[in-house]
Protein backbone atom coordinates (compact mmCIF):
# COMPACT_ATOMS: atom_id res chain seq x y z
CA UNK A 1 0.00 0.00 0.00
CA UNK A 2 0.88 3.88 -1.22
CA UNK A 3 2.31 6.10 1.82
CA UNK A 4 -0.79 8.18 -0.01
CA UNK A 5 -3.22 5.54 0.11
CA UNK A 6 -2.43 4.56 3.83
CA UNK A 7 -2.37 7.95 4.84
CA UNK A 8 -6.04 8.54 2.85
CA UNK A 9 -7.69 5.17 4.98
CA UNK A 10 -6.54 6.81 8.27
CA UNK A 11 -7.46 10.26 7.91
CA UNK A 12 -10.86 8.96 6.79
CA UNK A 13 -12.10 5.86 7.88
CA UNK A 14 -15.52 5.74 5.05
CA UNK A 15 -12.92 6.26 2.15
CA UNK A 16 -14.15 2.87 0.98
CA UNK A 17 -17.78 3.82 1.31
CA UNK A 18 -17.06 7.15 -0.18
CA UNK A 19 -15.87 5.58 -3.19
CA UNK A 20 -18.29 3.57 -3.53
CA UNK A 21 -20.96 6.72 -3.48
CA UNK A 22 -18.80 8.59 -6.30
CA UNK A 23 -19.41 5.74 -8.59
CA UNK A 24 -22.52 4.88 -7.64
CA UNK A 25 -22.92 9.04 -8.32
CA UNK A 26 -21.74 8.76 -11.45
CA UNK A 27 -23.29 5.97 -12.80
CA UNK A 28 -26.80 7.77 -11.74
CA UNK A 29 -25.71 10.30 -13.80
CA UNK A 30 -25.14 8.01 -16.92
CA UNK A 31 -28.28 6.75 -16.29
CA UNK A 32 -30.23 10.71 -16.24
CA UNK A 33 -28.56 11.75 -19.14
CA UNK A 34 -28.89 8.57 -21.43
CA UNK A 35 -32.69 8.22 -20.46
CA UNK A 36 -33.57 12.26 -20.27
CA UNK A 37 -31.19 13.08 -23.13
CA UNK A 38 -30.95 10.17 -25.20
CA UNK A 39 -27.16 10.68 -25.05
CA UNK A 40 -24.61 7.56 -25.42
CA UNK A 41 -22.29 6.81 -22.95
CA UNK A 42 -19.52 7.82 -25.16
CA UNK A 43 -21.36 10.91 -25.79
CA UNK A 44 -21.35 11.96 -21.65
CA UNK A 45 -17.91 11.18 -21.72
CA UNK A 46 -17.28 13.86 -24.49
CA UNK A 47 -19.51 16.52 -22.90
CA UNK A 48 -17.86 16.00 -19.21
CA UNK A 49 -14.04 16.07 -21.11
CA UNK A 50 -14.64 18.75 -23.12
CA UNK A 51 -17.01 21.03 -19.89
CA UNK A 52 -13.60 19.94 -17.83
CA UNK A 53 -11.45 21.37 -20.24
CA UNK A 54 -13.14 24.47 -20.22
CA UNK A 55 -13.41 25.69 -16.96
CA UNK A 56 -10.07 23.45 -16.22
CA UNK A 57 -7.87 26.87 -15.45
CA UNK A 58 -10.91 29.22 -13.86
CA UNK A 59 -11.91 26.74 -11.16
CA UNK A 60 -8.86 27.54 -9.22
CA UNK A 61 -9.46 31.58 -10.15
CA UNK A 62 -10.59 33.49 -6.81
CA UNK A 63 -11.48 36.29 -9.03
CA UNK A 64 -13.95 34.10 -11.20
CA UNK A 65 -14.79 31.94 -8.20
CA UNK A 66 -15.90 35.11 -6.42
CA UNK A 67 -17.61 37.22 -9.33
CA UNK A 68 -19.11 34.48 -11.77
CA UNK A 69 -20.52 30.81 -11.68
CA UNK A 70 -24.02 31.67 -10.10
CA UNK A 71 -27.00 31.35 -11.86
CA UNK A 72 -27.39 34.68 -12.43
CA UNK A 73 -23.65 35.48 -13.43
CA UNK A 74 -22.30 32.62 -15.83
CA UNK A 75 -18.97 32.63 -16.22
CA UNK A 76 -18.98 34.06 -19.89
CA UNK A 77 -18.02 32.37 -22.73
CA UNK A 78 -14.76 34.31 -23.40
CA UNK A 79 -13.61 33.03 -20.28
CA UNK A 80 -13.29 29.34 -21.44
CA UNK A 81 -10.59 27.03 -22.88
CA UNK A 82 -12.19 25.22 -25.53
CA UNK A 83 -10.97 21.78 -26.05
CA UNK A 84 -9.60 20.54 -29.29
CA UNK A 85 -10.63 17.63 -31.39
CA UNK A 86 -7.38 15.93 -31.27
CA UNK A 87 -7.61 16.60 -27.27
CA UNK A 88 -10.78 15.00 -27.16
CA UNK A 89 -9.60 11.94 -29.57
CA UNK A 90 -6.40 11.01 -27.77
CA UNK A 91 -7.33 11.96 -24.27
CA UNK A 92 -10.67 9.30 -24.71
CA UNK A 93 -9.21 7.12 -26.80
CA UNK A 94 -11.45 7.22 -29.67
CA UNK A 95 -10.49 7.49 -33.92
CA UNK A 96 -10.43 10.83 -34.73
CA UNK A 97 -13.36 10.51 -37.13
CA UNK A 98 -15.39 9.25 -34.46
CA UNK A 99 -14.49 11.83 -31.94
CA UNK A 100 -15.02 14.57 -34.73
CA UNK A 101 -18.54 13.05 -36.31
CA UNK A 102 -19.56 12.95 -32.22
CA UNK A 103 -18.33 16.37 -31.55
CA UNK A 104 -20.71 17.79 -34.68
CA UNK A 105 -23.54 15.69 -33.22
CA UNK A 106 -23.33 17.16 -30.13
CA UNK A 107 -22.91 20.93 -31.96
CA UNK A 108 -25.73 20.21 -33.65
CA UNK A 109 -28.34 19.41 -30.79
CA UNK A 110 -27.12 22.05 -28.81
CA UNK A 111 -24.91 20.54 -26.08
CA UNK A 112 -21.85 21.73 -27.22
CA UNK A 113 -20.66 24.96 -29.48
CA UNK A 114 -17.96 25.34 -31.88
CA UNK A 115 -15.59 27.96 -32.60
CA UNK A 116 -12.06 28.30 -34.42
CA UNK A 117 -9.86 27.21 -30.90
CA UNK A 118 -12.40 23.99 -30.82
CA UNK A 119 -15.39 22.61 -28.95
CA UNK A 120 -16.86 24.19 -25.44
CA UNK A 121 -19.73 23.74 -23.39
CA UNK A 122 -22.38 26.59 -23.66
CA UNK A 123 -23.17 28.96 -21.29
CA UNK A 124 -26.89 29.27 -21.25
CA UNK A 125 -29.29 31.23 -18.81
CA UNK A 126 -32.96 32.07 -19.08
CA UNK A 127 -35.10 29.82 -21.27
CA UNK A 128 -32.48 29.09 -23.58
CA UNK A 129 -30.68 27.17 -20.51
CA UNK A 130 -31.25 23.36 -21.70
CA UNK A 131 -28.68 22.51 -19.16
CA UNK A 132 -30.64 23.43 -15.67
CA UNK A 133 -31.38 19.63 -15.10
CA UNK A 134 -27.87 18.90 -15.54
CA UNK A 135 -26.85 21.49 -12.79
CA UNK A 136 -30.10 20.17 -10.59
CA UNK A 137 -28.77 16.53 -10.66
CA UNK A 138 -25.43 16.68 -9.74
CA UNK A 139 -26.04 19.80 -7.24
CA UNK A 140 -28.33 17.02 -5.92
CA UNK A 141 -25.47 14.43 -5.76
CA UNK A 142 -22.90 16.58 -4.05
CA UNK A 143 -25.47 17.59 -0.90
CA UNK A 144 -25.70 14.14 -0.98
CA UNK A 145 -21.91 13.33 -0.64
CA UNK A 146 -21.99 16.39 1.76
CA UNK A 147 -24.72 15.48 4.37
CA UNK A 148 -22.80 11.79 4.22
CA UNK A 149 -19.26 13.40 5.43
CA UNK A 150 -21.33 15.47 7.47
CA UNK A 151 -22.49 12.54 9.35
CA UNK A 152 -19.56 10.24 9.70
CA UNK A 153 -17.31 13.45 10.88
CA UNK A 154 -18.58 13.36 14.14
Do not use: W
Not at 1 to 28: D, H, Q
Not at 100 to 119: A, C, D, H, I, P
Not at 129 to 134: I, N, V
Amino acid sequence: MSAAVKNMTEVNPTSRYISTLLIKFVSEFLVFAVKKYDLSVQEISIISFVLTECYRDLIKDPFIIQNYGTEEHPVPESFLTPATLKSVHLNLGMSRETARRKLESLVERGFLTRSKRGYAYPVKIGQADSHAEFRAFLVGKSRELRDFLNKTAG
